[in-house]
């Protein structure tokens, strides 16, 4: 079965999202991101991800154009627009003040265990 806003309702690539309607999509089952203002739903997207479900979902619900920007190549860039649902709110991002604090928040928090990415030739997983 698909899954995520595009199975079967596609928003209007100019509705407007707030930075904590974004937030609540952030799981398997409806999972959004946002890049350059953008908003997109890429749950449907999620199992097919060269770089693993886990890469997409360490970023969802969250604006993570910089790290999407980092890595991406423009074909992927490219097939991103694919998924746009809309963009963020004006005046919905976080407050210049919260975002000078993070470095500081970020740095006193524990680094995850194990990979924060899998490496696995895609062509394993649909191996006979």
């Known amino acids: ?10 928003a209007a690539p100019t509705a407007e999202y707030t930075m904590r309607q974004v937030a609540k999509h952030a799981t398997d089952e409806t ?8 908003v997109y739903d890429v749950t449907s997207y999620i199992d ?13 619900g969250v604006d993570c154009t910089e790290e999407f920007m980092g890595v991406h190549t423009q074909e992927a860039k490219d097939l991103l627009e694919k998924f746009v649902i809309g963009k963020v709110k004006p005046g919905t991002k976080k407050p210049k003040a919260a975002a000078a604090a993070e470095p500081a928040a970020a740095a006193a928090k524990p680094l ?16 006979l």
């Open 1 to 10: 079965t698909a899954r995520g806003v595009l199975a079967g309702v596609t």
């Open 112 to 127: 995850p265990r194990g990979p924060l990415v899998t490496l696995q030739d895609p062509r394993e997983r649909y191996a």
């Open 48 to 60: 097919d991800h060269p770089g693993g479900a886990e890469s997409i979902l360490l970023n969802a």
């Open 31 to 38: 999972c959004w991101i946002v890049v350059n203002g953008k």
